[in-house]
């Protein structure tokens, strides 16, 4: 994952992934058969432990406003734990689009397709009940999940526009923190009662141990800095 992550799929080396693994580079085709085999089960892997732990959130007993909480903080959370996958995901879609991307569809299919589905109805039980306000449940989705992707895509301009690091731990303890809480006052019909539930999905997740990559960042970034 991390040789995938920071080269790609093209520029990774199996000599240096089986290094890295403490294995000889044979026992790597003798599983696998080929680089393009090893990197789809890589990411077939990462994408299955990705799927199951959303699905935890979204089958949680709970109303599904705290469970809308709990999948924003959930995918902030993993977009900062998980570098390498975000790293990758971000490779696969610029691969697709250049018609070249053959796992890409697969994981949409097996994992993407199902948490949207889950998602969805989540969403729809929330309005329906009157828990959620009465609008387009994708513009929520979209709120709720693109201003974490945007944050994160966007921290080499924060760095340079803000007077902070993006990556600080107090930085992102703050923005965690904003995420929820925003939420909790923007698509609650009742804001007390979303900013109760802000305060309760906060106070019983704590802060995931920061990664030594960042989401987004390939290797040569890194080694610039």
């Given at each position: 994952?991390r040789?995938?992550a920071?080269?790609?799929?093209?520029?990774?080396?199996?000599?240096?992934?089986?290094?890295?693994?403490?294995?000889?580079?044979?026992?790597?085709?003798?599983h696998?058969?080929?680089?393009?085999?090893?990197?789809v089960?890589?990411?077939?892997?990462?994408?299955?432990k990705?799927?199951?732990?959303?699905?935890?959130?979204?089958?949680?007993?709970?109303?599904?406003?705290?469970?809308?909480?709990?999948?924003?903080?959930?995918?902030?959370?993993?977009?900062?734990?998980?570098?390498?996958?975000?790293?990758?995901?971000?490779?696969?879609?610029?691969?697709?689009?250049?018609?070249e991307?053959?796992?890409?569809?697969?994981?949409?299919?097996?994992?993407?397709?199902?948490?949207?589905?889950?998602?969805?109805?989540?969403?729809?039980?929330?309005?329906?009940?009157?828990?959620?306000?009465?609008?387009?449940?994708?513009?929520?989705?979209?709120?709720?999940?693109?201003?974490?992707?945007?944050?994160?895509?966007?921290?080499?301009?924060?760095r340079?526009?803000?007077?902070?690091?993006?990556?600080?731990?107090d930085?992102?303890?703050?923005?965690?923190?904003?995420?929820?809480?925003?939420?909790?006052?923007?698509?609650?019909?009742?804001?007390?009662?979303?900013t109760?539930?802000?305060?309760?999905?906060?106070?019983?997740?704590?802060?995931?141990?920061?990664?030594?990559?960042?989401?987004?960042?390939?290797?040569?970034?890194?080694?610039?800095?």
């Amino acid at each position: 994952m991390r040789e995938f992550a920071a080269l790609g799929m093209a520029g990774a080396r199996m000599d240096q992934i089986a290094g890295a693994a403490g294995v000889n580079k044979a026992l790597l085709y003798y599983h696998f058969e080929s680089k393009e085999k090893l990197y789809v089960a890589a990411l077939e892997m990462i994408s299955a432990k990705i799927r199951d732990r959303s699905m935890a959130v979204f089958l949680r007993d709970a109303s599904a406003g705290e469970r809308l909480l709990r999948t924003a903080l959930d995918h902030f959370d993993r977009i900062l734990a998980q570098g390498a996958f975000q790293s990758l995901l971000q490779q696969e879609m610029m691969r697709l689009h250049q018609g070249e991307s053959d796992a890409l569809p697969v994981l949409v299919k097996r994992v993407f397709a199902p948490l949207q589905s889950m998602y969805q109805s989540m969403m729809r039980e929330g309005i329906a009940s009157g828990e959620l306000i009465d609008a387009d449940w994708l513009q929520i989705h979209l709120a709720a999940l693109g201003a974490n992707i945007f944050y994160f895509l966007a921290a080499p301009v924060w760095r340079l526009v803000m007077p902070f690091d993006p990556y600080a731990a107090d930085v992102l303890e703050a923005r965690r923190h904003a995420v929820v809480e925003f939420l909790g006052k923007a698509v609650f019909t009742d804001r007390a009662h979303g900013t109760e539930l802000a305060a309760k999905v906060l106070a019983d997740t704590p802060m995931p141990e920061l990664p030594s990559t960042r989401p987004f960042v390939g290797r040569n970034d890194e080694r610039k800095k």
